[in-house]
């Protein structure tokens, strides 16, 4: 078992800006590190307390991932955090050590984890 993660900012609080956030980021974190469905154990999202239009797992299930247990939690809230920012922690089997799978960060999130191989 290994775990993926992943960040995005959006530009708005809006249902759709969302969902194409949380899609985006899911999809690129699928095919970045070729990872099926199947693959997949459990996803967890979380989001800042400026976010509050959807749960950030409802765009996962409308993508298909309807079959994963999802959860959406809320991001700690610490001075100058990264504001419209929803975080994934996606874990998955895969035979590939940790070093071989990369992590996504997309719009505002990118440098959050500079440490992180992407």
């Given at each position: 078992?290994?775990a993926?993660?992943?960040?995005?900012?959006?530009?708005?609080?809006?249902e759709?800006?969302?969902?194409?956030?949380?899609?985006?980021l899911?999809?690129q974190?699928?095919?970045?590190?070729?990872?099926?469905?199947?693959?997949?154990i459990?996803?967890?999202f979380?989001?800042?307390?400026?976010?509050?239009a959807?749960?950030?797992?409802?765009?996962?299930?409308?993508?298909?991932?309807?079959s994963?247990?999802?959860?959406s939690?809320?991001?700690?809230?610490?001075?100058?955090?990264?504001?419209?920012?929803?975080?994934?922690?996606?874990?998955?089997?895969?035979?590939?050590?940790?070093?071989e799978?990369r992590?996504?960060?997309?719009?505002?999130?990118?440098?959050?984890?500079?440490?992180?191989p992407v």
């Open positions: 078992m290994r993926l993660r992943g960040a995005t900012t959006v530009e708005s609080d809006t759709y800006a969302i969902t194409a956030g949380v899609q985006e899911i999809g974190m699928l095919d970045r590190n070729g990872v099926a469905v199947d693959d997949l459990s996803i967890v979380t989001a800042t307390d400026d976010l509050t959807i749960f950030p797992a409802t765009p996962a299930r409308r993508m298909g991932l309807g994963v247990p999802l959860l939690a809320r991001e700690l809230s610490v001075p100058h955090g990264t504001p419209r920012c929803i975080r994934v922690l996606m874990h998955l089997t895969t035979e590939r050590s940790s070093a799978l992590h996504v960060y997309l719009e505002g999130a990118r440098g959050l984890n500079d440490d992180l």
